[in-house]
């Protein structure tokens, strides 16, 4: 399954890169590998974290290709766009899965080395957003 996911996502990721120009799939991997967990199912929701978010994949869609628990934990990590991201974060404590990806996510997200210009008014505003959705994450593990 975890090959399967590597594929799926390398392949929906191919032409994509991050704010710092780097391949977006090596987030996804950095992710997978610093969220603290180790059976094949939360690694899968982990590398496939931003499918549904980034591409044109759909919770259904992965469920039929993997599982209907790997769907639902992508889908718990997208953010809809109808709600706060204070909500957001609250609906990730429901899951500890989902809430140690996150978090992983979060850290991944904040490491400014990664960007190759100046930071901007946005850059910050971003970062205090993940700063407290990650203290309040953190509270809740």
Do not use: W
């Amino acid at each position: 399954m975890l090959a399967k996911m590597f594929a799926l996502v390398a392949d929906k990721f191919q032409d994509k890169v991050d704010k710092g120009g780097m391949p977006y799939f090596l987030h996804c991997i950095y992710v997978m590998q610093h969220c603290g967990l180790d059976d094949e199912t939360s690694l899968c929701i982990a590398l496939g974290h931003d499918l549904i978010e980034d591409t044109d994949l759909t919770a259904e869609q992965i469920s039929s290709m993997f599982n209907d628990q790997i769907a639902s934990g992508i889908l718990a990590l997208t953010k809809d766009k109808s709600i706060s991201y204070e909500d957001y974060i609250k609906s990730i404590t429901n899951n500890i899965t989902v809430t140690k990806i996150k978090l992983a996510d979060l850290g991944h997200n904040m490491n400014v080395s990664r960007l190759k210009r100046p930071l901007s008014a946005a850059d910050f505003d971003r970062l205090e957003q993940y700063q407290r959705g990650m203290a309040y994450l953190k509270k809740t593990i």
